[in-house]
């Protein structure tokens, strides 16, 4: 594979949202810059790898090495705890108890007493003062019952919010928007999803809520099991979006040094912990860490692997994720990617278990229920692999981007060709259920219902106002009346809450 030197900046711009799944019309919304010169960079990126279509490009370039490649060694010591910080955000109005195997650990050694106890007031004092700052501001906000509750973003018309501003009585997506000129200006609104299904009898919407001054995010917000905070990257930090307060809160930055998810952040199906990766020295290389969601404490994972660049794809188990490890030799500055190996590692046992290993194998899309991916391998297509037992399945799955349901139990297939199918699990009973037109997209998720998928892109040959098509499983497209806080802003990706459960 050619080294990433021979690219232009404005090449590895290109190549980067190109191994997204980014069509040219969305490479050119996000770069700023017209249609036909994100075709001239693309055929001379064709040019230098010696090949002929966007297909070939991307089986030879991967985001992984496109990004080790170019990175800038840091000469900071970039391992620092964040324990003293706060999220300042309470992940649940209900209290939750789960189960931390580092924190049993470190009980059971007792030559650490001296140490724990040695910060355990100054943590207290930190403690108590945001317990107490929060529960001030929940005092404040509460209203007695025989009084009406009314919400900060009040919608426009007939229509109606959620009765109270915090507490979450209906399924929601989160939209996020951008204006339709630069300097791009960007908010999001929450919408009930019954204003999309028709028959829905509680539509509602918040107005737009603008983000502070120069903040931004692309991609969706990873919401937790309870829908009231999510979290969602700007730059290189993690933050926190809170539900309750229907605002853009700008707070909760939990680690500075890690390093951006290729889909999604990784959060632990019990909540406790995030699994990311932080960088280290050597650009083609990276530690994993765990990050404890109430507190943004930083936990690093001592695997012991060999040197490679290590990333998280998602958890199997409440103590046990899956991860690749991609091993770069040659000089320094110009290391080749010469293997690929997939690994299981259980935070509680210290478990590490190789999986499979090769250039022409591969995992991605693991599913919310932790037990299947999406297992590819050069000669056989895609499948699915079921991670508990080893079983794979024998459907081959039509080539494209792959989304899974909320309760695991189908799979949504955008094609190269712009079509939309479905399958079970497994892969079977596949079937076509809506094709654009479009090879490309800005967004696609399931609805909390598992009934409905939203796609959001530039349809029709519009290449100013991007659509959003509501399909049903059974193909049907909806349609629906526009929100009209979304006015004056292109919607560029949702963001399903959790389902609300009955």
């Known amino acids: 594979m050619k080294i990433s030197n021979q690219f232009t900046e404005r090449e590895k711009g290109v190549i980067k949202l190109l191994l997204q799944g980014k069509s040219n019309k969305q490479i050119a919304l ?13 055929k001379n990126v064709y040019v230098k790898l010696d090949v002929n279509s966007r297909t070939e490009a991307v ?76 529960e001030k501001v929940n005092n404040d906000s509460s209203t007695p019952n025989n009084e009406q509750t009314v919400p900060v ?65 692309y991609g969706p917000v990873n919401w937790m099991p309870d829908g009231e ?26 680690v500075p040094e890690i390093l951006k998810p290729e889909s999604q952040i990784h959060i632990s199906p019990d909540a406790r912990w995030l699994v ?45 994720f899956l991860f690749h490890c991609d091993i770069s030799t040659g000089a320094t500055s110009k290391k080749f990617l010469t293997e690929v190996r997939y690994y299981t590692y259980d935070v509680l046992s210290d478990e590490l278990l190789e999986i499979a290993s090769g250039m022409d194998v591969g995992f991605d899309a693991l599913s919310p229920n932790g037990k299947y991916a999406i297992y590819y391998e050069k000669q056989n297509g895609s499948r699915v ?32 060709t712009g079509d939309i199918y479905t399958s079970n699990y497994d892969g079977s009973n596949q079937k076509k259920i809506y094709s654009s037109g479009e090879p490309g997209y800005l967004s696609m998720e399931w609805f909390p219902d598992d009934k409905h998928i939203a796609l959001v892109g530039y349809f029709n040959g519009n290449e100013d106002k991007t659509q959003m098509i509501i399909v049903s499983t059974n193909g049907d497209v909806i349609q629906y009346d526009a929100i009209p806080t979304t006015d004056g802003y292109n919607i560029i990706g949702i963001s399903p809450l959790p389902a609300i459960k009955k």
């Open 59 to 134: 089986l030879q370039l991967s985001e992984d090495n496109l990004r080790k490649s170019i990175a800038q060694e840091q000469n900071e010591n970039l391992w620092r705890s964040t324990g003293d910080q706060s999220a300042q955000a309470e992940y649940s109005s209900q209290e939750k108890h789960f189960f931390d195997p580092k924190e049993e650990i470190a009980m059971k050694n007792r030559t650490k007493i001296s140490i724990i106890l040695s910060i355990t007031a100054i943590l207290v004092a930190v403690g108590a003062f945001v317990y107490l700052q929060f």
């Open 153 to 217: 973003n009040t919608p426009r018309g007939a229509l109606q919010v959620p009765p109270e501003a915090f507490t979450r009585y209906y399924d929601e997506v989160l939209l996020l928007l951008q204006s339709l000129e630069p300097p791009f200006h960007f908010a999001a609104v929450f919408v009930a999803v019954d204003c999309f299904v028709p028959g829905g009898e509680n539509c509602g919407f918040t107005e737009s809520i603008p983000f502070p001054d120069g903040e931004s995010f």
């Open 229 to 254: 905070n999510g979290f969602y990257y700007r730059d290189t930090q993690i933050l926190i979006l809170n539900h309750l307060e229907r605002r853009i809160a700008i707070s909760g930055v939990l």
């Open 276 to 320: 990311e990766s932080v960088q280290v020295e050597d650009p083609y290389a990276s530690d994993l860490v765990l990050i404890k969601t109430s507190s943004g404490r930083v936990v690093k994972l001592d695997i012991g692997l060999e040197e490679c660049f290590k990333t998280p794809l998602g958890w199997i188990t409440p103590t046990k």
């Open 30 to 42: 996000l770069l700023n810059i017209s249609k036909s010169t994100v075709e001239f960079h693309l």
């Open 385 to 416: 692999k079921d991670l508990l037992n080893g079983e794979i399945y024998p459907s081959s799955l039509p080539r494209g981007q792959m989304i899974w349901s909320h309760d695991s139990s189908r799979i949504a297939i955008f094609t190269d």
